[in-house]
């Protein structure tokens, strides 16, 4: 079974630009969650998806977004990128929504803003 | 305001010896714990959870213990094997997993030979 996949894993913005990551879960899995790593936050929510629903979200300014498509992949979206926001961002999936004793992460995006 | 934390960046432990890391909460909503494994260049991998109705959940070499009433919960690994060193987060949710997952900022386990 392919873990949950995440694209790109590497990207390169400047200030004021925007972005959008994507998440592929594991197949069969509804639920999808965003975080964002940085070294001095550590790992913090950004937000939940499950069957195309936002269902909880973090502590984030508005620039945060994302959506969840009818096929369970997940897009998040950073508009106005700010230096803060250069940090691994983390998509976890599970079958159901807050079951996270069942989520699996994929290896992340690492992000970096000039 | 850190809900999780835990205090100790790093931690060397000799192969074979136990590791215990720990980890404090301040916020007593949270009623479900978690503690992840990460390695680099990967994404966490889930180790051991425990509710808040126990106070001691096993699997394997790994035992996490939950004191409540000080708001402390200890990861321990028995016996500790190279295969071990990673960044090890603890995580909590509350009533419903309402407002996602909250970590700390992890503990970097270093098993020597």
């Known amino acids: 079974k392919a873990g949950v996949t995440q694209t790109p894993r590497y990207l390169i913005k400047t200030r004021g630009q925007q972005v959008t990551l994507s998440c592929s879960p594991i197949?069969?899995?509804?639920?999808v969650s965003w975080y964002q790593q940085t070294p001095g936050q550590g790992l913090q929510f950004l937000f939940e998806?499950?069957?195309?629903?936002?269902?909880n979200k973090g502590n984030f300014p508005g620039r945060f977004s994302g959506r969840q498509f009818s096929n369970s992949r997940s897009e998040m979206n950073v508009s106005t990128l700010e230096l803060g926001d250069s940090a691994l961002y983390l998509c976890?999936?599970?079958?159901?929504?807050?079951?996270?004793?069942?989520?699996?992460f994929g290896p992340g995006t690492r992000l970096t803003v000039l | 305001d850190q809900q999780v934390k835990q205090n100790s960046p790093s931690l060397s432990v000799q192969e074979g010896r136990i590791s215990i890391l720990n980890c404090d909460y301040t916020?007593?909503?949270?009623?479900?714990f978690l503690w992840y494994k990460k390695y680099p260049a990967e994404g966490p991998t889930f180790l051991i959870s425990?509710?808040?109705?126990?106070d001691k959940n096993e699997d394997g070499r790994f035992t996490v213990f939950l004191n409540k009433s000080a708001k402390h919960l200890s990861l321990h690994i028995v016996p500790s094997q190279p295969g071990d060193s990673a960044v090890y987060f603890c995580?909590?949710?509350?009533?419903?997993?309402?407002?996602?997952?909250?970590f700390g900022k992890g503990t970097h386990l270093i098993i020597q030979p």
């Open positions: 976890a999936s599970s079958l159901v929504a807050d079951s996270y004793n069942e989520q699996f």
């Open positions: 197949s069969g899995h509804r639920s």
């Open positions: 998806y499950f069957s195309e629903t936002q269902r």
């Open positions: 916020n007593s909503m949270f009623d479900y």
């Open positions: 425990i509710s808040s109705i126990k």
């Open positions: 995580a909590a949710s509350g009533r419903g997993g309402a407002d996602g997952l909250t």
